[in-house]
């Protein structure tokens, strides 16, 4: 009895085992880059910067614009259609990606969008 309990317990070793490892093969996921959306409060050609209010309530302490570092290879779209830094308007809603760091592209709306209050 004693030797098959033995035997039994170590089949469950293996068979939990087994399971975890096939578990660990899955192939990692690449998750998508975290975005920054607002409207844009200033562009600054010059230092290639573009400062963009979040929205929200504004606290004390908490802050409801980011400013926007670009660079020569950073991606600037208005509809889908490629353009320059100078082209984005004080208001236009925009998506930034990644949300942090310097942009890899800035997506613009030309249609107005309504700011929460």
Do not use: C
Not at 40 to 45: A, D, E, G
Not at 59 to 83: C, L, R
């Amino acid at each position: 009895m004693k030797r098959f309990m033995a035997v039994l317990a170590a089949m469950a070793i293996i068979g939990l085992t087994s399971t975890a490892l096939a578990g660990s093969e899955e192939p990692a996921r690449t998750a998508k880059p975290a975005t920054l959306t607002g409207w844009i409060v200033s562009v600054n050609t010059t230092s290639r910067e573009v400062v963009v209010f979040k929205g929200g309530p504004i606290i004390a302490g908490v802050p409801s614009n980011v400013t926007v570092h670009t660079n020569g290879s950073t991606k600037i779209t208005i509809d889908g259609k490629a353009v320059k830094l100078a082209d984005l308007k004080v208001w236009m809603y925009v998506v930034v990606t990644p949300a942090t760091g310097t942009a890899k592209s800035i997506a613009g709306q030309s249609a107005p969008r309504a700011m929460p209050l």
